[in-house]
């Protein structure tokens, strides 16, 4: 992609994430880095730069480049490398020097664009160290249970469905420092348009390389149309999001959201990060390492907390960090940068993903109190008052560097109207109708799409909201029980169309405007798409998942964490990890139940490659359904636990999906299209890590009913084996049970 020279000498000198360490920002702003590919957030990213001149621009402008805008079938390349760039630091109001493992040494991976029937070819190169003094590596223990080989990787295309095998999203091959791997990934026909990602995934190594910022967005663009007199699921949504005027896409902005858990040593060869003596939060003093994730001991764990009125508490290290989730590289950003403005009433697509590993987000937005910062406010604000209430929250926030009075300054200026979230997409999947959401809870591996409209012009704030502990990831019984309430980014919004107060039944004004916006734009809409837009249901464009025949199996999958041993072990039916093992095998074109339960002890997040899953039921600690029967909703009791977020799934379709201490999920999934090994998963990466994780093998139905039959035969031969040791008091020749064996395996049935 070229820029033009002109316009980056032009360019407003704005500081962002890539800046000089420590460098101070009560008087300036970090603008909002878009990871869209759409050449509008290409004109946006390119308006704004650094303070460190021209080549700090063309690094920042490198890194937010996306690979292969135009979608079509194309190679990419993605080099795996260490990367030195800096990170702001609220507590600080100063920016913290880092040096990462990442893509092409880029604080988050570029987005790439694929449509439907594209073939991707990707090239992944290892350029990682090929030592670590703090690593096990080689010589990986042999329990499958302790995170190692930190610079050994892979790539997972998380939420495609593409085949598992091969040198296609086969997340069972290993890339050693050095060495590249050349990935295939084609794209069948129908796969629906959405929001996806790609991340590292080699066992052992995942955690700490996606919490360094080894991930990225995949987005699938599609075009078919809404069909006359057919509701089947077989359109794209991206046909129907666009202006009234000329048809123009409404404006997306693609957001990766990030937890860097990184910390500062005082050498080389130490793995514990510095720390403030007093509060326990970790420290990058000048003249320190660079900031690194070394290890999960003392980063990517939950450990004994240290802090002033946690005593008996075991929380998550990243909570005892201090440190804040980062959106596109950028900590606490302005929105859309800090030089323009969104204008009010105008429609914005947001693909968000939750590519973090270390909390939950509950994505909020309200408007602001400017009042709270002695400025006047009204719902006809200029563009100049916009800025100058900008810059004044900004400055408040900057010098408020406790967490106490950042506490206070957010809740006295956070605190106006809430704007929904119109969301219309789960983990890339359309859903069946657009769902209001003031709070869209996100936890590892999630992706939402929604739509926005600001109401009118101010400065809004983008939250990551306070909840209870039993609605994230980080709750144990003996953890801190209530998440704190954080700052994600500043939005400017400036004149435009002001959002009239008018709804509709239960619907808030939003709906009600975002309805009557698609539905003007829409007038050749097919019907009964057409007429299903009045009430924003889009059963033409949301993907159905053949699940309501018969159940082949029950199959179940209880994440349990062991803590009466040390270390604690992390296990999927009372079993760690075993690569030589397949836990579970699936017969082609089937139709599985799963019934995934967390137990009381920790909450969990699960995965499943290849194949989506359709949700069915979803129950309490006390084994009762939490939805409805009769409105499909969540029931008053669920209701009363203060956490809604299940409230709306009953029926969705999905990739990952966290479940609550003691929660069941009942799923159904159809094996389609593609067979061969892939695994299933907790997606809080360093449970994986550490052995939560089972391989699984679709086969095709000749393979399964070869195996049925050779099934039996086996088991004879053991117990054969077994007689004759018992009556003879020998072990029989293992040449003749290896022979006995072989001839009794499928594949030796199906090779004859």
């Not at 326990?280 to 900031?291: D, L, N, R, T, V």
Request: charged residues 15%; aromatic residues 8%; neutral net charge.
């Amino acid at each position: 992609m070229r820029f033009h020279l002109i316009t980056l000498v032009a360019a407003a000198f704005v500081a962002v994430s890539i800046a000089p360490a420590h460098a101070q920002s009560t008087t300036t702003l970090r603008s909002f880095s878009d990871l869209s590919d759409t050449a509008a957030a290409v004109s946006d990213n390119s308006s704004t730069a650094t303070t460190s001149g021209l080549a700090s621009i063309l690094a920042r402008l490198q890194c937010l480049a996306g690979l292969n805008p135009l979608g079509n079938s194309a190679s990419v390349t993605l080099t795996a490398k260490m990367g030195q760039y800096s990170i702001y630091n609220p507590d600080t109001n100063s920016f913290d020097n880092v040096l990462m493992r990442s893509y092409n040494g880029c604080p988050t991976g570029p987005t790439i664009t694929i449509k439907p029937g594209a073939t991707l070819n990707l090239t992944l190169n290892n350029n990682l160290p090929t030592t670590d003094p703090l690593d096990v590596c080689p010589g990986a223990p042999n329990d499958h249970t302790t995170p190692h080989c930190f610079n050994y990787t892979n790539i997972h295309t998380h939420g495609l469905h593409v085949s598992p095998s091969g040198t296609s999203d086969n997340v069972l091959l290993s890339v050693l420092p050095t060495k590249s791997q050349r990935y295939t990934y084609n794209i069948p026909a129908n796969h629906p348009s959405g929001t996806f990602w790609y991340h590292a995934h080699l066992h052992g190594s995942t955690a700490i390389d996606v919490a360094s910022g080894m991930a990225g967005v995949l987005i699938v663009r599609g075009s078919r149309a809404a069909r006359a007199g057919v509701s089947d699921g077989t359109a794209d949504i991206d046909t129907i999001l666009h202006y009234k005027l000329f048809n123009l896409p409404l404006r997306e902005h693609v957001m990766l959201f990030q937890q860097i858990e990184y910390g500062c040593f005082s050498s080389d060869t130490s793995d514990v990060p510095l720390a403030d003596p007093t509060t326990f939060e970790w420290i990058c003093p000048k003249g320190s390492s660079a900031g690194a994730i070394r290890g999960y001991t003392n980063q990517l764990s939950f450990v004994t907390d240290p802090r002033p009125g946690h005593a008996g508490q075991l929380n998550s290290t990243w909570e005892i960090s201090g440190r804040y989730t980062q959106i596109n590289g950028v900590v606490q950003p302005v929105f859309p940068n800090a030089l323009s403005l969104v204008p009010a009433g105008d429609i914005r697509r947001l693909r968000m993903v939750h590519g973090g590993n270390r909390d939950t987000i509950n994505v909020k937005i309200v408007r602001a109190n400017l009042s709270a910062l002695g400025l006047a406010d009204s719902q006809s604000l200029s563009a100049a008052q916009v800025s100058t209430a900008t810059t004044t929250a900004a400055t408040k926030l900057a010098n408020a560097t406790s967490k106490a009075t950042q506490a206070t300054t957010l809740d006295a200026l956070c605190s106006g109207e809430t704007v929904n979230q119109l969301e219309f997409a789960e983990d890339g999947i359309t859903m069946p109708a657009m769902v209001e959401k003031t709070v869209n809870s996100m936890n590892p591996g999630y992706r939402s799409d929604v739509l926005v409209a600001f109401p009118s012009p101010g400065l809004y704030c983008i939250l990551d909201e306070a909840a209870d502990s039993s609605a994230t990831i980080n709750f144990r019984p003996n953890a801190e029980k209530v998440k704190d309430r954080r700052l994600l980014s500043l939005a400017r919004v400036g004149p435009g169309v002001n959002i009239p107060n008018t709804t509709v039944g239960s619907h808030s004004k939003y709906w009600q405007y975002i309805r009557d916006q698609l539905v003007a734009a829409n007038p050749s809409l097919a019907t009964p798409a057409k007429n299903d837009l009045a009430s924003l249901t889009l059963t033409a464009f949301a993907p159905v998942a053949p699940v309501d025949g018969q159940i082949d199996k029950v199959v179940p999958a209880i994440f349990d964490i062991n803590v009466f041993v040390n270390p604690a072990k992390f296990l999927i039916n009372g079993l760690p990890y075993d690569p030589g093992v397949i836990a579970y095998t699936g017969t082609l074109g089937h139709i599985d139940e799963w019934d995934v339960q967390a137990t009381p002890l920790a909450t969990h997040v699960f995965h499943i490659h290849t194949n989506k899953f359709k949700i069915m039921d979803i129950k309490n600690a006390a084994n009762v359904s939490i939805f409805d029967p009769v409105n499909g909703g969540c029931t008053a009791a669920e209701i009363a636990t203060g956490d809604q977020e299940y409230c709306n799934l009953r029926g969705v379709v999905r990739d990952t999906l966290f479940i609550k201490a003691g929660y069941t999920l009942v799923m159904r999934t159809k094996y389609e299209d593609f067979t061969g090994e892939f695994v299933m998963h907790c997606h809080i990466l360093d449970h994986e890590d550490r052995g939560m994780m089972e391989n699984v093998s679709i086969v095709s139905p000749t393979t399964a009913m070869l195996q049925r039959i050779a099934k039996p035969v086996r088991l004879a031969s053991d117990k054969a084996g077994e007689w004759y040791n018992r009556i003879t008091g020998r072990t029989p020749d293992p040449t003749q049970l290896a022979l006995t064996a072989s001839m009794c395996s499928a594949k030796y049935f199906a090779e004859k």
